[in-house]
């Protein structure tokens, strides 16, 4: 079953608004977990690091007021688009590395993001 | 820098092998990853090497060579259903679980 959760799985927001993405671990604690978003027929691009009980760190060219990310406790980790444009639309993902024997890194559902 | 290479396209035959390719050059190398995605889906992990060598996993089997740069990946006994992009990631040491991506290698099976 799934280790990583993600929700919602879509949305469909209107332009100026903002929409939040929960992502959270299964069964076990993640104290980093890491945010993608992927265009149609593209690979996943590195968002952010999300980092529990500190901030984030962000990639190269992500603009951390529009992409609020909060990493409150170990098993959640929320990302805010703020002030969305149809542009912000595409697939949002998750991941968490598990950690311990098995030690992988598993990817949440993803949630598709339409701005209208 | 980093940089992973991989095929944009393959296609094979049901019931073939195919193998698919993936170099990287990345520092502070700590391990290659490969996942499944379908359209419209998240991606789903297959395998993970840190050491050289080969791991099999049923119809899939995973190769890594560190001191080429190289891996690939082995599907034996296609099925229709592994039609999906096939993502090489790798990951660096003391990055946790940050994964830097190749851009994916696009499989159709064919009957």
């Known amino acids: 079953g799934a280790v990583v959760s993600q929700h919602p799985s879509r949305v469909i927001c209107k332009s100026g608004t903002s929409v939040k993405i929960e992502c959270r671990s299964l069964?076990?604690?993640?104290?980093?977990m890491f945010w993608y978003r992927q265009f149609p027929k593209q690979s996943l691009m590195l968002m952010a690091t999300?980092?529990?009980?500190?901030?984030?760190?962000?990639e190269q060219g992500v603009e951390k007021d529009k992409f609020l990310i909060n990493h409150a406790s170990l098993t959640l980790s929320t990302l805010t688009v703020t002030s969305a444009h149809p542009e912000d639309s595409s697939f949002y993902i998750c991941?968490?590395?598990?950690?311990?024997?098995?030690?992988?890194?598993?990817f949440g559902e993803g949630s598709w993001l339409t701005v209208v | 820098g980093q940089n992973i290479d991989q095929p944009t396209e393959m296609t094979a035959t049901e019931g073939a092998i195919v193998q698919i390719n993936c170099t990287y050059q990345?520092?502070?190398?700590?391990?290659l990853f490969w996942y499944q995605q379908h359209a419209g889906e998240a991606p789903t992990f297959l395998s993970y090497?840190?050491?050289?060598g080969l791991e099999e996993k049923g119809r899939f089997s995973s190769f890594l060579s560190r001191s080429k740069g190289y891996s690939y990946l082995l599907l034996k006994e296609l099925q229709m259903k592994d039609s999906a992009s096939y993502l090489c990631?790798?990951?660096?040491?003391?990055?946790?679980?940050?994964?830097?991506f190749g851009q994916g290698t696009e499989l159709s099976v064919k009957p």
């Open positions: 991941s968490a590395r598990t950690g311990g024997p098995g030690n992988t890194i598993y």
């Open positions: 069964d076990f604690q993640a104290t980093t």
């Open positions: 999300s980092n529990e009980g500190s901030k984030a760190t962000y």
């Open positions: 990345t520092s502070g190398f700590n391990g």
């Open positions: 090497n840190v050491l050289d």
């Open positions: 990631a790798a990951s660096r040491a003391n990055q946790g679980g940050k994964l830097i």
